[in-house]
């Protein structure tokens, strides 16, 4: 039953992704432009997350997530990501969407993904077990209330058509929430994480199990079915010169990813909702690297 309903969490979590444009490459540029609303919808967008997760603790008998403390790491793993991202000219998250609706260049990132998870993870300096942060249940769900209460203020005064586009969001972290229920390391960079780890340590017991992949790829259907759907599914073949561009970018942001502990899925949607100081300053850096990266493209 659980299966079956984290299935269809998924499955609307790709047609969000799709249908809203949910892009912290795109947030940026418009927040350069003077419009931060999309980037601040996105950033909140796990908000409502942790309530699911604490339904989990108390009806699953789940164990609650534990935050990690950041490291340098944490600020050099996303500041990485964002270069790598501004120069894809989009995040892990649309990078996957726009897979789905037919931009076969972003092929070549996720190619680069797999080759800086699996192949250079051991060569990449990361903090390999940052240290935990312990707070009191009342504590954290005290700041985790009075975090929603403050969304929800901003939700009453927002304009109705920005009002709509910020619901989708924090659906999506919603939906999220519900995932996790299943299946923590739910998020395409978990999956990856995952693998590495099984790949280098020659332990099959870390391998993911078919479920997790599977839900990757409903994740995708359900981009799809929204590109099909919306008009806006296109094959675009991929060139020599963009493939290499894309590649590169996909290293970067692979590398990157494995330095904070995550892509911006992981810490958008799992970390930043367990109060996981790490996932606040991975999303800051990326959204810093991102900017430092759109400001040199500009001037090239």
């Known amino acids: ?48 997350a942790w309530v699911l997760i604490v339904s989990g603790h108390y009806f699953a008998d789940m164990a609650p997530r534990s935050g990690f403390y950041a490291t340098i790491y944490s600020f050099a793993g996303g500041l990485l990501f964002g270069l790598g991202a501004s120069a894809n000219g989009g995040c892990g998250v649309s990078t996957v969407s726009r897979f789905a609706r037919g931009e076969l260049p972003m092929f070549m990132t996720i190619l680069g993904w797999i080759v800086a998870w699996l192949a250079l993870e051991p060569l990449i300096p990361q903090a390999t077990a940052p240290e935990s942060i312990h707070l009191s249940g009342s504590i954290r769900y005290g700041i985790l209330t009075a975090l929603s209460l403050v969304v929800l203020c901003c939700l009453f005064f927002a304009k109705p058509e920005r009002r709509k586009l910020w619901f989708s969001l924090l ?20 999956l990856l994480r995952s693998m590495s780890l099984s790949f280098w340590h020659s332990d099959n017991e870390k391998w993911p199990e078919a479920t997790r992949f599977m839900l990757v790829a409903v994740l995708m259907l359900g981009m799809f079915v929204a590109a099909k759907l919306t008009g806006s599914f296109l094959l675009r073949s991929i060139a020599l010169g963009s493939a290499a561009k894309h590649f590169a970018a996909g290293c970067l942001m692979g590398v990157g990813a494995v330095m904070a502990k995550g892509g911006n899925d992981t810490q958008l949607l799992v970390a930043m909702p367990s109060l996981s100081l790490n996932g606040f300053v991975a999303v800051a850096s990326m959204v810093l690297g991102i900017f430092v990266g759109l400001k040199v493209l500009e001037r090239r």
């Open 171 to 190: 659906g999506i972290g919603l939906l999220g929430g519900l995932v996790f229920l299943y299946e923590p390391h739910w998020t395409p960079s978990g």
């Open 1 to 48: 039953m659980l299966l079956a309903l984290a299935i269809a969490c998924i499955f609307f979590i790709g047609y969000l992704s799709q249908t809203t444009g949910l892009c912290m490459v795109r947030g940026v540029k418009q927040a350069k432009a003077g419009n931060p609303f999309f980037l601040l919808a996105i950033m909140t967008s796990g908000t409502f």
